[in-house]
């Protein structure tokens, strides 16, 4: 069973440009996040999709980040303009139904990241 | 709101000796879960342990075990016979009982010296 993708891995761009990431849950998982790590800092949340729905959003630092789960299978994460704080790695995770329940459906899979540098 | 706090940036471990990496946190939630992920260099992060805050015992798995202490907020994991294999970054986690998303620690960066 295929993981969690990201693409790209890496992206470098200049500061006022618009970059979008995609993220490929596993199939079948009806929960997608997206978590952020800035600067070696901690890892931090961003938001949650149920199926296509946002469910939580809190995590959303403003109105330059546009995310996007259309039909419920991929999202995208997009950013625009992107400011140099923007710069970090931008993790996407996805878990079964049932993430209000207990037992293993708590688990999240992670993807690899897109590291986003901006200049 | 519930913080979680990893106060070791960096450890490091001697092959086949044992490791404790430390992990607090806070909440006011009387249910919820904790996990330790682990991301190997330039790999994905993958779940290594998980707790459900309302069992008493301490969840093993292999080589790692956590020292769950809920009145302390304490959420520590134990790497026992470490391996070279065990070299990465270890992050605490927290799940509230009414929501998905998860609240990290600063994430712990683990060395194994053969």
């Known amino acids: 069973e295929a993981g969690v993708t990201q693409f790209p891995s890496h992206s470098v761009i200049e500061k006022g440009q618009t970059v979008t990431l995609r993220c490929d849950p596993i199939s079948g998982h009806d929960n997608l996040y997206w978590y952020r790590r800035v600067m070696g800092k901690e890892i931090k949340f961003l938001l949650h999709?149920?199926?296509?729905?946002?469910?939580?959003e809190s995590g959303m630092p403003n109105n330059r980040f546009l995310a996007e789960r259309t039909g419920g299978t991929y999202s995208t994460l997009k950013v625009q303009p992107a400011e140099l704080e923007d710069s970090g790695v931008y993790f996407c995770a996805s878990s079964p139904q049932g993430f209000l329940a207990g037992g293993p459906a708590n688990e999240q899979f992670f993807g690899p990241g897109t590291r986003l540098t901006v200049l | 709101a519930q913080t979680v706090t990893q106060s070791q940036p960096e450890m490091s471990v001697q092959e086949a000796e044992t490791v404790t990496l430390s992990c607090t946190y806070d909440?006011?939630?009387?249910?919820?879960?904790l996990f330790w992920y682990k991301q190997p260099p330039s790999r994905q992060m993958i779940l290594v342990i998980r707790?459900?805050?309302?069992?008493?015992q301490n969840a093993t798995e292999n080589r790692f075990s956590v020292n769950f202490q809920k009145a302390a907020k304490s959420f520590s994991l134990k790497i026992s016979d470490s391996q070279l294999g065990d070299a990465a970054m270890y992050f605490c986690?927290?799940?509230?009982?009414?929501?998905?998303?998860?609240?990290f620690g600063q994430g712990t960066e683990l060395s194994v010296k053969p």
């Open positions: 986690a927290y799940r509230g009982n009414q929501g998905g998303k998860l609240i």
């Open positions: 707790q459900e805050a309302y069992k008493q």
């Open positions: 999709f149920v199926k296509e729905s946002k469910q939580d």
């Open positions: 909440t006011s939630e009387s249910d919820y879960y």
